[in-house]
């Protein structure tokens, strides 16, 4: 998995998050604790999924028949030719449902 300055943060940003629900979900009744647990590593495992994997060909767009994107989704697209940006909008949704923490970037958002 490739490592960008945009990465960092959205990805740094998601995977904090996850282990302080992980770390609350330890304090959960226990009927509650193995959903939240799952629930963790399910997020975990899309921010994974979702990784920036640098530069790709993008889609063809209104400007021209392919664009260059710098980063591109791993999962989303395929690498090299027909590149979706990266932060995919699969890994925004899963950055939405922390959207009210005070290190959320609105550039998160989904579109």
Do not use: N
């Amino acid at each position: 998995m490739k490592t960008s300055p945009a990465e960092t943060g959205l990805t740094a940003f998601l995977l904090a998050r996850v282990a302080e629900d992980r770390s609350a979900a330890s304090t959960a009744d226990p009927g509650l604790r193995a959903r939240a647990v799952a629930e963790c590593e399910s997020k975990r495992i899309l921010v994974e999924l979702h990784a920036d994997g640098g530069p790709s060909q993008g889609h063809e767009d209104e400007d021209g028949p392919y664009t260059r994107l710098d980063h591109a989704c791993e999962t989303c697209g395929k690498i090299g030719e027909y590149g979706v940006p990266w932060p995919c909008e699969s890994i925004k949704a899963v950055a939405t449902v922390y959207s009210g923490h005070p290190e959320y970037r609105p550039e998160w958002r989904i579109a």
